[in-house]
């Protein structure tokens, strides 16, 4: 039972992490169309950032508390990776707009690979450890181990997700949004100003990337040019899975992937008498994702598209 | 114009020959050796760190001169990307060869040097790798693949007794990167302690990419484990560390020479204490030519990550052959390293008839206070 519940933690953090990355990914989606493959790039320039901010800051004051060091580098991060969104927007995507659909396809695994490259020649190829800043604080709740910085990242997703539904759904810019989405001619008709509209979705998104960044690299004590690759995949699946255009499929994906992924990994091993083992996490994974595609193949709650994002 | 004709019929002279040796104004050969390691991807800093020990030795020997049949020769180190990946490192290979190299200092990784030493092989040129320990890659009988550094099987078998012997372990987990380096040294690692009487509680996977181990350590704390042994490198080692600490899994990390480095104490921080790791060969301070090669590799490349005096020896070992066959051609250069008895930074290498280094030493160390220390050192 407190292997159970464990699992059901770790799977739960992991979820709301792809979660996390998975919002971006969607929300761009959901006005473009376009697979931003950049997105878990901006991931890792954004914890890079915010990793540079608090060296920084430590140095010159190490008398100040930790919370307010990392918060130093979030809110240096965050305009950060902003103004870089915007930028690749303007520079990979923008020209393309009117282009087959491949081809911004092809400019985002390009920026991807131009941003991870960027990224080694400036921090380098080393890891970089993020400096134990947080609270540590551990619980045990039905048995399992939970600290302060976990049941935080699940409530900042949570939270996140709800202030982008609230954005989109809600506010004047949302509604500007979704009528990018439905018809970009159409919505310039009724006075949107759609490249506005979509400079300004990039600059979310990429915001939200800077803080998954941080968040990410502060729960696994590390940063690296190269994290933002295998993060950006499994965040891209978790959107599909969910339904890729829709926030609240976005999180449901991320927290369905995630826990499948530690419940894949912690018993797939003992039901099959060790014939399958923990390396088949990925496998199995993988393998829900594909069975949900088939039945289901714009995803859980994929249903919504029409009105994407 | 005359340039170019020039130029393309010394690249014709340079292919019908295939020696790579190349004239130059200065009256000098040069002779191209190939360097192998990944210098992109996550792996990218140990990379570097062999190349810039194969460099460091081949910029002496440069500057001291060296004379082959009565003709002044210069090295050329033609350093290539290998990404850790084994497709890709086969494409490197071929590359080198088509380059012309006389021999090749590399893989860093038993994954890759695998697959590449059977291209080397078919070429006939001498391949001495610095850092792969898989048991396989000499076990091919391929006359040409030689390294400097002991196996995974003598490693494995070293800290398999050590954790039953030096830290009292009764019932282990084992997990590895699925790497042919890490699955290896997982694999021996188990037979040792099986052979000790020891339980095997859980045997886990992960892959050389992975930073999330939450779910296969929280399986085997289920499991009772007091030791988790782990076949792979510190960007896995590391957050292992911190992750099992934040299950509270009190069992003692132990690990190979891939997480026996600078970097795991930075990546695991605080939660590196006790952590326990082994390297082939002495420790660098114990190494008969350690603290010279320190200083002198320090003052240009920084830090030591960790296999840069094996690369820096492998060159050494080369030459030598070298000047003892008095020739470059591969197949002279072979026979010659069989013969090797050579003093490195490292230690006496001599090689035994399947290419492994005869006698290699254990060290096994302990994180203590934030700094690796030397435990136990087995021969």
Request: aromatic content about 8%; hydrophobic content about 50%.
């Amino acid at each position: 039972m407190d292997i159970l519940a464990q699992q059901l933690v770790n799977g739960l953090v992991l979820g709301s992490i792809y979660a996390l990355v998975a919002l971006g990914y969607t929300m761009v989606y959901g006005i473009l169309e376009l697979i931003n493959f950049a997105h878990g790039e901006v991931t890792m320039i954004g914890a890079m950032v915010a990793l540079t901010v608090i060296g920084a800051l430590l140095g010159v004051f190490p008398q100040l508390p930790g919370l307010v060091v990392v918060l130093g580098g979030v809110l240096v991060a965050i305009p950060a990776c902003m103004l870089l969104g915007f930028g690749i927007e303007k520079v990979a995507y923008r020209p393309l707009r009117h282009a087959p659909r491949l081809a911004p396809l092809i400019t985002a695994i390009g920026m991807s690979i131009v941003l991870q490259n960027a990224a080694m020649l400036v921090w380098g190829r080393q890891y970089v450890s993020f400096p134990p800043l947080l609270p540590q604080g551990r619980y045990v709740i039905l048995g399992a181990q939970i600290t302060d910085l976990q049941i935080f990242i699940v409530l900042l997703s949570f939270t996140i997700m709800g202030g982008l539904w609230l954005l989109v759904e809600r506010s004047r810019l949302g509604r500007a949004m979704r009528a990018t989405a439905q018809s970009r001619e159409v919505a310039q008709l009724m006075g949107v100003n759609v490249d506005r509209i979509v400079s300004l979705t990039f600059i979310v998104g990429s915001g939200l990337a800077a803080v998954a960044g941080v968040m990410v690299s502060a729960y696994y004590g590390l940063a690296h040019y190269y994290m933002g690759f295998m993060l950006g995949l499994k965040a891209f699946s978790a959107a599909v899975l969910g339904g890729i255009g829709n926030i609240v499929g976005a999180m449901l994906g991320g927290l369905l992937l995630g826990i499948i992924e530690a419940l894949g990994a912690g018993y797939i091993g003992d039901l099959t008498g060790g014939f399958l083992g923990s390396h088949y996490q990925d496998v199995f994974a993988f393998f829900v994702l594909i069975t949900v595609l088939v039945f289901r193949p714009s995803g859980l709650l994929g249903e919504r598209v029409a009105n994407r994002a | 114009m005359n340039a170019h004709k020039w130029f393309a019929s010394m690249l014709l002279v340079g292919i019908l020959t295939g020696c790579g040796q190349k004239g130059d104004d200065t009256g000098e050969t040069v002779i191209r050796i190939g360097s192998v390691s990944p210098l992109t991807g996550p792996q990218t800093h140990i990379g570097k760190d062999n190349e810039n020990g194969a460099r460091l030795a081949v910029d002496e020997i440069n500057a001291k001169g060296l004379v082959l049949a009565g003709k002044p020769v210069r090295l050329e180190l033609l350093a290539e990307d290998d990404q850790a990946e084994p497709k890709t490192a086969t494409i490197v290979a071929d590359k080198l060869l088509d380059a012309g190299v006389v021999a090749v200092i590399g893989h860093l990784n038993s994954g890759t040097t695998i697959p590449a030493s059977k291209r080397y092989h078919d070429a006939g040129i001498p391949q001495i790798s610095p850092s792969a320990t898989a048991v396989a890659y000499t076990a091919q009988g391929f006359a040409n693949a030689f390294r400097v550094m002991a196996n995974d099987a003598q490693q494995g078998q070293a800290l398999g007794r050590f954790a039953v012997h030096g830290l009292g372990a009764k019932k282990v987990a084992i997990i590895d990167d699925r790497t042919a380096y890490g699955q290896g040294l997982a694999d021996e690692f188990e037979r040792a302690v099986r052979a000790a009487g020891v339980e095997v509680v859980a045997r886990e996977f992960t892959s050389d990419k992975a930073t999330d181990f939450a779910a296969i350590l929280t399986n085997i704390k289920g499991k009772g484990a007091q030791l988790v042994f782990f076949g792979g490198m510190d960007p896995q080692g590391g957050p292992m560390a911190r992750q099992m600490k934040r299950l509270g899994l009190n069992a003692t990390l132990v690990g190979g020479d891939g997480m026996q480095t600078i970097n795991f104490l930075k990546l695991a921080g605080a939660d590196a204490e006790g952590v326990v790791a082994s390297s082939p060969g002495l420790p660098l301070e114990a190494m008969p030519g350690g603290k010279a090669f320190k200083a002198k590799f320090e003052a240009r490349y920084g830090p030591i990550q960790v296999y840069a005096p094996y690369a820096y020896d492998a060159v050494y070992v080369l030459v030598e052959a070298m000047k003892r066959a008095n020739s470059a051609a591969p197949a002279k250069v072979v026979a010659a390293l069989r013969q090797t008895d050579y003093q490195g930074v490292t230690g006496p290498l001599r090689f035994d008839a399947k290419g492994d280094t005869l006698g290699g030493a254990v060290t096994v160390y302990g994180v203590k206070n934030g700094a690796w220390s030397v435990l136990e050192v087995i021969q």
